[in-house]
């Protein structure tokens, strides 16, 4: 059983930052890739961010240079650090495992992912 649980959301006036985590098992970290989506009301979840087995990430052109994945295996987390925060960052975030072992090639595309939490709201103010 695959569980996966973000913390982290808030409210935050715009240009703030923020950071998400997702509590992980070691295993989970170590051998498939883990994404970062987020879902607003009335539009469809999308990949902002994506790290692979050993450590090379993907970002959505809309969040380079603003969100940072990362991952610590030791304390079982991944990470998205959010800075620069605007009101259209505001959305529900997942976090998600894919189900390929020893992923290297790192996907944002919802297809490629098993595994989700249950995600954490962000909520960006004007």
């Known amino acids: 059983q695959v569980q996966l649980v973000e913390s982290g959301g808030g409210s935050v006036q715009a240009g703030g930052s923020l950071r998400l985590s997702c509590a992980a098992a070691?295993?989970?970290?170590?051998?498939?890739?883990m994404g970062w989506f987020r879902q607003a009301p009335g539009k469809e979840r999308e990949g902002v961010a994506g790290i692979g087995s050993i450590g090379t990430t993907k970002y959505a052109d809309s969040v380079k240079g603003r969100l940072t994945i990362s991952k610590d295996i030791a304390r079982e987390t991944v990470y998205l650090e959010m800075s620069s925060l605007s009101p259209e960052d505001t959305a529900m975030y997942y976090c998600a495992a894919s189900s390929n072992y020893g992923c290297l090639l790192v996907s944002l595309d919802t297809e490629n992912y098993s595994y989700w939490g249950q995600g954490t709201q962000v909520t960006v103010s004007s």
């Open positions: 070691r295993y989970i970290l170590s051998s498939y890739c």
